[in-house]
C-alpha cells in the first residue's frame, strides 16, 4: 500500500538557519502531497500542499516541490524562527485516503 | 480557515467503560469525516472513514464493534470507544471535508484508561 516516509527528529537549529526535511513517498498512481504542521496543544494545520508534478507548494516561507523522478517531496524554509518550532507531517493522498509519515519535530532555538 | 472542534479534549476512564469523543465542524459542512489514532512518536493511523448517513468504513484491523462510529449529521461525527482496556489509551484526532478537497482536523483527544 502507500506509505509516507520522513527523516526522524528533533531537528534542532537556531534561529535564521536552513531547514530541510526530507520526505518520500511510495504510491500506486499520481498522488497528492501536502505537509501539516502541529503546534503544541494544537491539531494539524494544512501547511502546504501539490497535486502533481513539479508543482511547488509554498506558505509561510516554507516551500516543498513534487519530484515524481525521485519521489520525494521535501520541505525547506531559508531562515527558521522560534515559532516555527513544531510537528511536521508529510501526508499523500491517493483516492481519498491521507497516508502520514511519522512526523519531524523541530526546535528552533534564539 | 475552517475549524474542527473535538471533545472532551482529554478523558480519563476506568477499564470497562465507554467512552464518547465528538468531532464538529464549526463553520463548514463535512460530507466526509476521519478519525485517527496516533500513538507516541508515531504517525496518524487512519482508523475509519464516515459519510453522512451511511455506515463508517473501517480500516482493516480495527474493530468496528469497538470502536462504534456515528456520523449522523454534517457537522458532527462521533467516535464511542466500548469497553475501553489500557490498551485503547491513546490520542484519538478526527478530521473532516469533502471528498477530494482539504481536509481539516481537529485538536485531538487524548484517552488514558485506567
Known amino acids: 500500500g502507500d506509505s509516507v516516509t520522513q527523516m526522524e527528529g528533533p531537528v534542532t537549529l537556531s534561529e535564521e538557519a536552513f531547514l530541510t526535511i526530507n520526505c518520500t513517498y511510495t504510491a500506486t498512481g499520481y498522488p497528492s502531497l501536502f505537509w501539516y504542521v502541529q503546534y503544541p496543544g494544537e491539531g494539524l494545520q494544512l501547511l502546504l500542499k501539490?497535486?502533481?508534478?513539479?508543482d511547488k507548494g509554498s506558505n509561510k516561507g516554507f516551500e516543498a516541490t513534487y519530484r515524481k523522478e525521485t519521489t520525494s517531496f521535501h520541505l525547506e524554509k531559508g531562515s527558521v524562527q522560534v515559532s516555527d518550532s513544531a510537528v511536521y507531517f508529510c501526508a499523500s493522498r491517493g483516492f481519498q485516503k491521507l497516508v502520514f509519515g511519522t512526523g519531524t519535530r523541530l526546535l528552533v532555538s534564539p | 480557515g475552517a475549524v474542527v472542534s473535538q471533545h472532551p479534549s482529554r478523558v480519563i476512564c476506568k477499564s470497562g467503560t465507554s467512552v464518547k469523543i465528538e468531532c464538529r465542524s464549526l463553520d463548514f459542512q463535512a460530507t466526509t469525516m476521519f478519525w485517527y489514532r496516533q500513538f507516541p512518536k508515531q504517525s496518524l493511523m487512519l482508523m475509519a472513514t464516515s459519510n453522512e448517513g451511511s455506515k463508517a468504513t473501517y480500516e482493516q484491523g480495527v474493530e468496528k464493534d469497538k470502536f462504534l462510529i456515528n456520523h449522523a449529521s454534517l457537522t458532527l461525527s462521533t467516535l464511542t470507544v466500548t469497553s475501553a482496556h489500557p490498551e485503547d489509551s491513546s490520542f484519538y484526532i478526527c478530521?473532516?471535508?469533502?471528498?477530494?478537497?482539504?481536509?481539516?482536523f481537529g485538536p485531538g483527544t487524548r484517552l488514558l484508561v485506567l
Open positions: 478530521s473532516g471535508g469533502r471528498l477530494q478537497e482539504t481536509q481539516y
Open positions: 501539490a497535486t502533481k508534478a513539479d
